[in-house]
């Protein structure tokens, strides 16, 4: 006598099933961790991040060799038990909420695929890499608060303002002056918006020097809108425009900053997408112009 | 079964409970919330409109804390003497006549030390970066200085992350006693939010993946 199982009772056999629950379950915890600790650019960062993934894993779904070993499965379970643990007291902020997303994915990619398998899985993982990315990048890279503040009081010079640099990181104004923090360097919004190229990169065809261009043109285009985000909030300052400061600094408006260098950054991709579609036009056409 | 499957069944089970218990725990934050009093001796040198003047601080206590900064301990025997401010270096900026002028600070990085400290859950070294602090130094015969402050003190706690903090200072020396009182209350500031980019990013890739593939 064979015992046969209903279809549903099959499925939760299989071990994609159980992957896609570990996987399902840790995204949940990030998204909470991040909601409730009200954090909301790994929020946003998360849900556009692990949505990208998940698609980039589901087109790929029937291709993935999902054999591990008992080794790679333990190592796994580890990392999964840390970020657990880890997560029951996890600050808003720091250098392992940065690290959890890359953590998760790697627990789950040795539980899904071996040490050899992770390959198969590096652009999901750089994806991974850039939602905690803006935590990480303090640890790594010198801040670079003086050279925002001495563009953006090279800016106000050149709009016809008497900015004055002092002690680096200060530009006063004869209204009133604004210090340049180290949140409000652009450090966030660069990788943000390097975040975003990388995106691009992993889901769009793209030359050799398109990927060294376009992740320099990101870093670009966030530096000169977080510049002329400190110029117009110095210049509220020396203008006296308190409230319109704290709108543009605290409120709705600092919302606008970001969709702005998101949105010069969609169409510079959008323009390489077309220049990447005519150039293979043409060849088809001497193609068949050759035939 | 295989070790390995039941390696992944022990995950999914470890996994489903976190996610419990996160979604009912409330996440600690980094950055400092509350305010904090300290007052002590200062060492304010005498004479009439200097053009840079130092002040010294010792002995110095905390006479009230709110907030995160009530859970600040200090070891029972500490050689440091913790809370140690460094000297405060001011600058002349303009004389208002001739017992008394205005002042501006140097910008001090660790300002104010109050060692390794455990706030919510973590431990660090808490210290106070001085950013910007004016006063008006009012001089009476030999021996009285006042030094009062003309607008907010400005200034970053850092523990771990960065805390924005207001302020007053104002210290005095009055026959032979010095002495210095300082209020620092935090600031919420935030960085700059990229959610709505975030969001709108979302919807640009796939508008630009939809227009790729009616393409193909």
């Not at chain 2, 500490?78 to 303009?94: A, F, G, I, Q, Y």
Request: proline share 4%; charged share 10%.
């Amino acid at each position: 006598m064979k015992v046969t199982y209903p279809i549903v009772t099959q499925q939760f056999k299989t071990s994609p099933f159980w992957l896609l629950t570990i996987g399902s379950g840790l995204i949940a915890i990030h998204v909470t961790l991040a909601w409730r600790g009200d954090n909301l650019n790994v929020l946003g960062a998360g849900i556009l991040f692990w949505v990208t993934v998940a698609s980039m894993i589901w087109q790929r779904r029937y291709s993935l060799k999902l054999e591990s070993s008992a080794i790679a499965s333990g190592v796994g379970l580890v990392i999964i038990s840390l970020i657990l643990l880890r997560s029951l007291a996890l600050p808003a902020r720091g250098t392992f909420y940065g690290l959890m997303p890359l953590l998760s994915g790697l627990g789950v990619g040795l539980l899904a695929s071996d040490f050899r398998g992770l390959k198969q899985y590096w652009g999901e993982l750089t994806a991974l890499f850039f939602i905690g990315a803006p935590e990480l990048v303090h640890l790594f890279i010198p801040d670079i608060s003086p050279i925002t503040a001495k563009f953006s009081a090279f800016l106000l010079w050149y709009l016809g303002f008497e900015a004055r640099l002092r002690n680096q990181v200060y530009i006063d104004l004869p209204g009133g002056g604004v210090e340049v923090y180290s949140g409000c360097s652009g450090i966030d919004t660069m990788t943000h918006s390097l975040g975003l190229a990388v995106l691009f990169l992993l889901m769009f065809s793209s030359t050799k020097w398109q990927k060294v261009i376009i992740p320099i043109v990101a870093l670009g285009i966030g530096f000169t809108v977080n510049i002329f985000r400190v110029v117009l909030m110095a210049a509220l300052v020396s203008e006296n425009q308190m409230k319109a400061f704290d709108y543009w600094h605290k409120g709705d408006g600092s919302l606008i900053f970001s969709l702005i260098a998101v949105f010069c950054f969609g169409g510079f991709c959008y323009w390489v997408i077309q220049q990447n579609e005519s150039k293979q036009n043409e060849l088809q056409q001497s193609d068949l112009t050759g035939n | 079964m295989t070790i390995s499957s039941i390696l992944k069944n022990t995950s999914v089970a470890a996994v489903a409970v976190t996610a419990a218990f996160v979604s009912s725990v409330p996440a600690e934050a980094l950055t400092l919330n509350g305010s904090i009093g300290l007052s002590g001796n200062a060492s304010v040198p005498n004479g009439t409109n200097p053009l840079t003047t130092t002040i010294g601080f010792n002995q110095t206590q905390i006479d009230d804390s709110v907030g995160d900064f009530a859970s600040i301990l200090f070891p029972t025997s500490d050689p440091l003497e913790l809370p140690v401010l460094s000297n405060l270096t001011l600058n002349r900026t303009s004389i208002i006549n001739g017992s008394s002028a205005n002042y501006q600070a140097v910008p001090t990085a660790g300002f104010i030390n109050f060692g390794t400290q455990t706030i919510g859950g973590l431990t660090d070294q808490l210290t106070f970066d001085l950013s910007q602090a004016n006063f008006t130094r009012f001089t009476a015969g030999a021996n009285f200085v006042a030094l009062n402050p003309t607008n907010v003190l400005q200034g970053v706690f850092k523990f771990g992350d960065e805390t924005v903090a207001n302020g007053f200072l104002s210290a005095s020396l009055s026959g032979a006693g010095d002495s210095f009182q300082l209020t620092l209350s935090t600031e919420a500031v935030p960085e700059p939010l990229t959610i709505l980019g975030s969001l709108s990013a979302v919807g640009i890739g796939a508008v630009l993946k939809n227009k790729q593939k009616i393409k193909a």
